[in-house]
Each structure stands twice: as C-alpha cells, then as structure tokens.
C-alpha cells in the first residue's frame, strides 16, 4: 500500500527532522524543501497529497512560492502554513491556504491537521 505523501517547505533542518519523524510515525512519506524554489523543483516527481509551507525562508519564501504554485497547472493540493510568526492566521488567509499551525505545535495537532487535509481531493 502506497503512503500518502507530505511536501515540507521549510528552512529550518531541525522542524524539518521532527515532522518528518513524526508523521513517518504516522504513516506518511515526507519529504522537505529549504525553500520554495527547491519545493517547486521537487513537486513533480515527488506528488504529494498536502503542502506544509513555512512562511519566511530564503531564496522564495511562502508568499512567492504560493503565487508561483498556484498560477501552475492543476490540480493543486492543500496548504496548511506552520510559522513561528504571530500572524499566522492572516498569513495563511493571505496565500488562501487550506489550514495553519502556529509553531510551537503539539505533535498531535500537525497529525490531526495532515490527516484531515490529506484526504481531500485536488482542485484545479
């Protein structure tokens, strides 16, 4: 049976390591990006079921990286933003995403989150 997969866009290697980890856990192949230009490279090959996007990183931060996905061919995934900012809601309501997790999280939180999301089907 094929696990659902998660993309990662974040530029912090240790939020990285933990959420890979613990939706491994939970059954999900992740894979992680440092930024949004290296997400937009993965995509394709990687197809994931859900987008987990980290607002303010180098090179392409979320905002671009929203903008750059969104106007590509469908269908398009969900985005849950997971961002230590305190605008979190307004960020995520800004690019139209799906959800958002404000860091710190509960491991049991961004599980809930991912499982909820990653079963809906991509829009156009």
């Known amino acids: 049976m094929t696990r659902p997969r998660v993309l990662l866009v974040d530029d912090d290697e240790g939020?990285?390591?933990?959420?890979r980890m613990a939706l491994h856990d939970a059954?999900?192949?992740?894979?992680?990006?440092?930024?949004?230009?290296?997400a937009l490279e993965l995509l394709p090959s990687f197809g994931p079921c859900l987008i987990l996007l980290d607002m303010r990183m180098p090179q392409m931060d979320g905002w671009q990286f929203s903008r750059a996905y969104r106007a590509s061919p469908g269908p398009h995934v969900p985005i849950v933003v997971v961002t230590a900012a305190r605008d979190a809601e307004q960020s995520a309501a800004?690019?139209?995403?799906?959800?958002?997790?404000?860091?710190?999280?509960?491991?049991?939180?961004?599980?809930?989150?991912?499982?909820?999301?990653?079963?809906e089907s991509p829009r156009s």
């Open 15 to 19: 939020i990285c390591d933990f959420v």
């Open 27 to 38: 059954g999900f192949d992740v894979a992680t990006a440092q930024n949004g230009r290296v």
């Open 94 to 119: 800004e690019i139209h995403a799906d959800a958002h997790l404000a860091k710190p999280f509960r491991v049991a939180d961004l599980i809930q989150i991912v499982r909820r999301l990653s079963t």
